[in-house]
Antibody, heavy 120, light 106 residues
Framework: QVQLVESGGGLVKPGGSLRLSCAAS????????VSWIRQAPGKGPECLLSIGSTDTTIYNADSVKGRFTISRDNAKNSLYLQMNSLRAEDTAVYYCARAPGIAVHFFDFWGQGTLVTVSS | DIQMTQSPSSLSAFVGDRVTLTCRAS??????LAWYQQKPGEAPKLLIYKASSLESGVPSRFSGSGSGTEFTLTINSLRPDDFATYFC????????FGGGTKVELK
């Protein structure tokens, strides 16, 4: 069955970096539009970046432009989020999520999330 | 950017009640709207897409309606498992989520 499993979260100091991973199973990641979505405590989700089958990166959030990048390893069927210059306001649970079609960007499968805490 | 506003931010209801949650978009999004349910410590779960299409496996007591800028999610006959937070999401232009409505047991 379809599964997404995130890893790599943790405590990091302001200005630091972190790389999150999302391992996919039950489907081929490169055939789908997949996104990194975060949710700060008590807030609604925020879609950050997405990548489609053509490897084009789509930025949904201006706040992460120039700091976060999304990438994919087709051989490992995995998605990554490289986060640099982290700020306290980046503290959140980070999810990877899959859209069911190329042109429809709602999310039918989500990972369980990984917590990122940015604090000194 | 398209802003999504949900109301109310919370509501209290009894098991068996019918509740209606509202989501408003800052500009027209046609019917490019999804609804999710989220329980504490869990990821959001897709309920409705394209404003009114029920995701496979979701009980028929959930229904969605609306187009343009105003949308509703209705839960008929609330069950104990339905007490959760509900989010709307537009996908007409990039992706934006609403702030959520928490449905609590009265």
């Amino acid at each position: 069955q379809v599964q997404l499993v995130e890893s790599g979260g943790g405590l990091v100091k302001p200005g630091g970096s972190l790389r999150l991973s999302c391992a996919a199973s039950g489907f081929t990641l490169r055939d789908y539009y997949v996104s990194w979505i975060r949710q700060a405590p008590g807030k609604g989700p925020e879609c950050l970046l997405s990548i489609g089958s053509t490897d084009t990166t789509i930025y949904n959030a201006d706040s992460v432009k120039g700091r976060f990048t999304i990438s994919r390893d087709n051989a490992k069927n995995s998605l990554y989020l490289q986060m640099n210059s982290l700020r306290a306001e980046d503290t959140a649970v980070y999810y990877c999520a899959r859209a069911p079609g190329i042109a429809v960007h709602f999310f039918d499968f989500w990972g369980q999330g990984t917590l990122v805490t940015v604090s000194s | 950017d398209i802003q999504m506003t949900q109301s109310p931010s919370s509501l209290s209801a009894f098991v068996g009640d019918r509740v209606t949650l509202t989501c408003r978009a800052s500009q027209s999004i046609s019917t490019w709207l999804a609804w999710y349910q989220q329980k504490p410590g869990e990821a959001p779960k897709l309920l409705i897409y394209k404003a009114s299409s029920l995701e496979s496996g979701v009980p028929s007591r959930f229904s969605g309606s609306g187009s343009g800028t105003e949308f509703t999610l209705t839960i008929n006959s609330l069950r104990p498992d339905d007490f959760a937070t509900y989010f709307c999401q537009q996908y007409n232009s990039l992706v934006t989520f609403g702030g959520g409505t928490k449905v609590e047991l009265k």
